[in-house]
């Protein structure tokens, strides 16, 4: 095995663990969260990104810095796993809040369309290739829980086609939905791609 095949293999599976982390960190937080304020259901959805944030994920959550997403847009500039930039996509909105860990790991939480939140977890900040599926991952918040966007149960009368299912693998990557996981598409459903291969990138994992 060549070195360049060797350190590929390494930054995966860092990616892997730094993403699994975070997803079972802010699952917890959830958890907590919903013991204190009820069924996320009944969570108020009219609220701006930070008033979410403030109300119900801060106590739970050890960020050492926290700002508007306008703050750091001048330093990034996030693409779609197809390499495409981002000038569409609920990060780039003002709506976005952000929250740092003390490892780096940027944590943007985006209330903006008053049916659910979207969680985005950037596992190394301000480094590069910042692209979703490689270091940036995209959750969302239902049902008492963290999901990955693709998950089964995540389809709204919204976002019907943002949506995937998690256990119809061929969904997850095939062409043909804007946010399937492979090298033509967005790539937001790869999360539930490497969560669905148990926090591991396959051989097709488009990277």
């Given at each position: 095995?060549?070195?360049?095949?060797?350190?590929?293999?390494?930054?995966?599976?860092?990616?892997?663990?730094?993403?699994?982390?975070a997803?079972?960190?802010?699952?917890?937080?959830?958890?907590?969260?919903?013991?204190?304020?009820?069924?996320?259901?009944?969570?108020?959805?009219?609220?701006?990104?930070?008033?979410?944030?403030?109300?119900?994920?801060?106590?739970?959550?050890?960020?050492?810095?926290?700002?508007?997403?306008n703050?750091?847009?001048?330093?990034?500039?996030?693409?779609?796993?197809?390499?495409?930039?981002?000038?569409?996509?609920?990060?780039?909105?003002?709506?976005?809040?952000?929250?740092?860990?003390?490892?780096?790991?940027?944590?943007?939480?985006?209330?903006?369309?008053?049916?659910?939140?979207?969680?985005?977890?950037?596992?190394?900040?301000?480094?590069?290739?910042?692209?979703?599926?490689?270091?940036?991952?995209?959750?969302?918040?239902?049902?008492?829980?963290?999901?990955?966007?693709?998950y089964?149960?995540?389809?709204?009368?919204?976002?019907?086609?943002?949506?995937?299912?998690?256990?119809?693998?061929?969904?997850?990557?095939?062409?043909?939905?804007?946010?399937?996981?492979?090298?033509?598409?967005?790539?937001?459903?790869?999360?539930?791609?490497?969560?669905?291969?148990?926090w591991?990138?396959?051989?097709?994992?488009?990277?």
């Open positions: 095995m060549t070195l360049p095949t060797l350190i590929a293999k390494y930054n995966k599976k860092q990616t892997a663990i730094a993403v699994k982390a997803y079972s960190m802010l699952s917890q937080a959830i958890l907590q969260s919903v013991a204190d304020n009820g069924d996320t259901k009944y969570w108020t959805k009219n609220l701006s990104s930070k008033q979410y944030y403030d109300k119900y994920l801060k106590k739970y959550l050890s960020f050492t810095s926290e700002m508007d997403i703050d750091v847009n001048q330093f990034i500039t996030y693409k779609y796993i197809n390499g495409r930039t981002i000038t569409d996509n609920s990060l780039k909105e003002k709506n976005s809040y952000l929250g740092i860990l003390k490892n780096g790991t940027f944590i943007y939480v985006n209330n903006e369309y008053n049916y659910t939140a979207t969680i985005m977890v950037d596992i190394n900040g301000l480094k590069k290739p910042n692209q979703i599926g490689i270091d940036l991952f995209h959750f969302v918040i239902l049902d008492n829980k963290l999901y990955p966007w693709g089964k149960g995540t389809i709204n009368s919204i976002a019907s086609d943002d949506f995937g299912l998690m256990d119809d693998r061929n969904k997850l990557i095939t062409p043909g939905a804007r946010f399937a996981c492979n090298k033509i598409n967005y790539g937001r459903w790869c999360t539930a791609l490497l969560m669905l291969d148990g591991e990138f396959k051989d097709d994992y488009p990277w």
